[in-house]
Antibody, heavy 123, light 111 residues
């Protein structure tokens, strides 16, 4: 059974870079049938999609975060990663990674999620 | 302000049927399927409905989805106390090179 697990620092200082990794177990990240995504939820707010990556490296980003976000993939480690630069308190959130099946050539849904990791931007 | 519009809250009593609406536009729900997620505090969101009206394995048939034009809808029949959660709609948006968009979420209270 495929599982996703987020990891990374729980505290980041303002203006610094938030870095998280999602490790895929029980399956291969090098699947032609899936994208791999990052999604977050700030305290008291709704879900916000951050971006997607394909195992060959193709990416899609949230237009409102695009200038600060980089998502990368390491197929040898079965991991994908998120970097968010110049963080502020508004980036404090639970960060989730998720699997995003491809159906009819399009992004289909988020069918498997990691448990989430809380990141606080705090000086 | 979320791209997809949901009511902030809905409520119902056990056994009742409730619906949650999700309004979008031609670039998202109007041209791509809508999905629904159930989110309980402290847990990961769970996929309830994909491709407008399909249920993943294990999701009870009390949950159903539909789409008409640029709007989607989630119906929950035979309401149970454990259905109390936040519900989110989502759809792929074709604009700006493509991106996912979510609704703001609807808090379901079982009275």
């Amino acid at each position: 059974q495929l599982q996703l697990q987020e990891s990374g620092p729980g505290l980041v200082k303002p203006s610094e870079t938030l870095s998280l990794t999602c490790t895929v177990s029980g399956g291969s990240i090098s699947s032609s049938s899936h994208y791999w995504d990052w999604i977050r939820q700030s305290p008291g707010k709704g879900l916000e999609w951050i971006g997607s990556i394909y195992y060959r490296g193709g990416t899609y980003y949230n237009p409102s975060l695009k200038s600060r976000v980089t998502i990368s993939v390491d197929t040898s480690m079965n991991q994908f990663s998120l970097k968010l630069t110049s963080v502020t308190a508004a980036d404090t959130a639970i960060y989730y990674c998720a699997r995003d099946p491809i159906s009819s050539g399009w992004h289909d849904s988020f069918d498997i999620w990691g448990q989430g990791t809380m990141v606080t931007v705090f000086s | 302000q979320s791209v997809l519009t949901q009511p902030p809250s809905v409520s119902g009593t056990p056994g009742q049927r409730v619906t949650i609406s999700c309004s979008g536009s031609s670039s998202n729900i109007g041209s791509c399927p809508v999905n629904w997620y159930q989110h309980l505090p402290g847990t990961a969101p769970k996929l309830l409905i994909y491709n407008n009206n399909e249920r993943p394995s294990g999701v009870p048939d009390r949950f159903s989805g539909s789409k008409s034009g640029t709007s989607g809808s989630l119906a929950i029949s035979g309401l149970q106390s454990e259905d109390e959660a936040d519900y989110y709609c989502a759809a792929w948006d074709d604009s700006l090179n493509g991106h996912w968009v979510f609704g703001g979420g609807t808090k379901l209270t079982v009275l």
